[in-house]
């Protein structure tokens, strides 16, 4: 079943523009981890905040976890052209041990416009 | 400087033939995955292999074999390919817990797009 679903599933911003994405999911929690897929290319992991945590910055990332309404947000600042690509929230399934899995929401289509 | 591989990138066949795709990893990693990506880019996992042994198996056909030679590789052997196989299809490695107990960060390969026509 899908844990993490995004929101919305494309956006389109002018370079220099803030950039932000949610993330819903539906069962408790340790972590939840942001990846990136440049278009032809495998995904790349961007930043991972865990339950105990509210925010937490990466560069030009900032990535909230909100656990009482279950969702993140992920906000890339001062937008550039090389931040195109699409963007996926993931969170564990099954809370530990060797079963746990990584369940992928359906990735946000993210335009940046030079 | 490769961390994970796979070969091929491309792979067109026939329905009904027999292919491999073949994953590798130099992270040391002890956790490896199978993932699909269909064509609306939904990324579902398909196979976890930790330390060579099988630990999970999502509802995938049983054309669909993993193998692992040894914890740096892991191979995929596709039987009686059908149409509906056509995707991209993702390895990817890890190790299997953080400190916490939680699923570590993982690492994708670049994918290898299968095409059956």
Not at chain 2, 47 to 54: A, G, T, V
């Amino acid at each position: 079943s899908q844990q993490g679903e995004e929101d919305p599933q494309a956006l389109s911003i002018q370079e220099g523009e803030n950039a932000t994405m949610n993330c819903s999911y539906k069962t408790s929690i340790n972590n939840l981890q942001w990846y990136r897929q440049n278009s032809g290319r495998g995904l790349v992991h961007l930043i991972l905040i865990r339950s105990n945590e509210r925010e937490k910055h990466s560069g030009r990332l900032r990535v909230t976890l909100d656990t009482s309404k279950k969702s993140s947000s992920l906000l890339i600042t001062a937008s550039r052209a090389a931040d195109t690509a699409s963007y996926f929230c993931a969170t564990p399934l099954g809370y530990t041990g060797a079963n746990s899995k990584l369940t992928f929401g359906k990735g946000i289509t993210l335009s940046v416009r030079p | 400087d490769t961390a994970v591989s796979q070969t091929p990138k491309y792979l067109v066949t026939q329905m009904g033939n027999d292919k491999s795709i073949k994953c590798e990893q130099n992270l040391g990693h002890d956790t490896m995955y199978w993932y699909k990506q269909d064509s609306k880019k939904f990324l579902k996992i398909m196979f976890s292999y930790n330390n060579k042994e099988l630990i999970i198996n999502e509802t995938v056909p049983n054309r669909f074999s993993p193998k692992s030679p040894d914890k740096a590789h892991l191979n995929l052997h596709i039987n009686s390919l059908e149409l509906g196989d056509s995707a991209v299809y993702f390895c990817a490695s890890s190790h299997i817990l953080t400190s916490g107990g939680v699923p570590g960060t993982q690492y994708f390969g670049p994918g290898t797009r299968l095409t059956v026509l």
